[in-house]
């Protein structure tokens, strides 16, 4: 019988505490920052809007090709074959739900 792991009651708050640093901090630093350069907070927005849109848009394709060209009707190369089965590279170049070292959550059998 295959069980999943169960999460402590202190991992998730270092996961709140992580959540409310990663929102908290560069916002702080932006106003700082504003402030400091007398900048228009408008270029804060820009700068943030410019890393949503190549981080989030157009990194998934580049990453979908990489990870799994089958699936986009691409044969298969030894980039794809090296980023799947290389945990390391996998990690860096960002998993997916399509590759196969991905998962949900780490069974643990007993």
């Given at each position: 019988m295959t069980?999943?792991?169960?999460?402590?009651?202190?991992?998730?708050?270092?996961?709140?505490l992580?959540?409310i640093?990663?929102?908290?901090?560069?916002?702080?630093t932006?106003?700082?920052?504003?402030?400091?350069?007398?900048?228009?907070?408008?270029t804060v927005?820009?700068?943030?809007?410019?890393?949503?849109?190549?981080?989030?848009?157009l990194e998934?394709?580049?990453?979908?090709?990489?990870?799994a060209?089958?699936?986009m009707?691409l044969?298969?190369?030894?980039?794809?074959?090296?980023?799947n089965?290389?945990?390391?590279?996998?990690?860096?170049?960002?998993?997916?739900?399509?590759?196969?070292?991905?998962?949900?959550?780490?069974?643990?059998?007993?």
């Amino acid at each position: 019988m295959t069980e999943f792991a169960k999460v402590g009651t202190q991992q998730i708050g270092f996961l709140a505490l992580g959540t409310i640093l990663m929102i908290v901090v560069p916002i702080v630093t932006a106003i700082i920052w504003t402030k400091r350069k007398k900048e228009r907070f408008s270029t804060v927005l820009v700068g943030a809007a410019t890393f949503l849109l190549f981080v989030v848009i157009l990194e998934k394709p580049v990453q979908a090709v990489l990870i799994a060209p089958s699936q986009m009707g691409l044969a298969g190369t030894g980039i794809s074959t090296f980023v799947n089965y290389s945990p390391p590279t996998h990690v860096e170049v960002g998993a997916s739900d399509r590759s196969p070292l991905s998962c949900c959550a780490t069974p643990v059998t007993r």
